[in-house]
């Protein structure tokens, strides 16, 4: 799902692809019942609040980012929501950039509150997969 980009094992780089369409096709397997979203909603707000990055165990840390993100997107809130949750990670983790397959393109007012709740640079690319660039 994630990766370096532009960079190798020996040669660490701070620009990390996920792939926001992978996790629409998995979470879209998911049929929830109201119990089991709201402790999913309970979970995250613990984990917020606690706000500890267990890196042990991944190798590069686009899988700590992977990890941490999966615990924070979820199939009931909106696409813009889930993005800014990526991108705040991002942050938290010190990733210069991010970059994000999607299915489609968004639309100019998704991108704007997007770029207004994180204040980051964001490109859209729509080529054979739609791409989002965001500068931290």
């Known amino acids: 799902m994630t990766g370096y980009f532009g960079g190798s094992?020996?040669?660490?780089?701070?620009?990390?692809?996920?792939?926001?369409?992978?996790?629409?096709?998995?979470?879209?397997?998911?049929?929830?019942?109201?119990?089991?979203?709201?402790?999913?909603?309970?979970a995250r707000w613990r984990r917020r609040n606690t706000s500890v990055i267990s890196e042990e165990g991944c190798r590069f840390p686009s899988e700590a980012f992977t990890v941490e993100v999966s615990?924070?997107?979820?199939?009931?809130?909106?696409?813009?929501?889930?993005?800014?949750?990526?991108?705040?990670?991002?942050?938290?983790?010190h990733i210069e950039a991010l970059n994000i397959m999607l299915p489609y393109a968004l639309?100019?007012?998704e991108l704007e509150k997007i770029r207004r709740k994180t204040q980051v640079e964001i490109v859209q690319f729509q080529e054979e997969r739609d791409i989002l660039q965001v500068t931290l």
């Open 107 to 109: 639309d100019a007012n």
């Open 71 to 93: 615990h924070s997107l979820s199939s009931l809130y909106s696409d813009v929501s889930n993005l800014i949750t990526l991108i705040e990670e991002a942050k938290k983790q």
């Open 9 to 42: 094992e020996n040669q660490t780089s701070s620009v990390v692809n996920f792939d926001y369409t992978h996790f629409l096709c998995e979470s879209s397997r998911e049929h929830w019942t109201f119990f089991q979203a709201m402790r999913v909603q309970v």
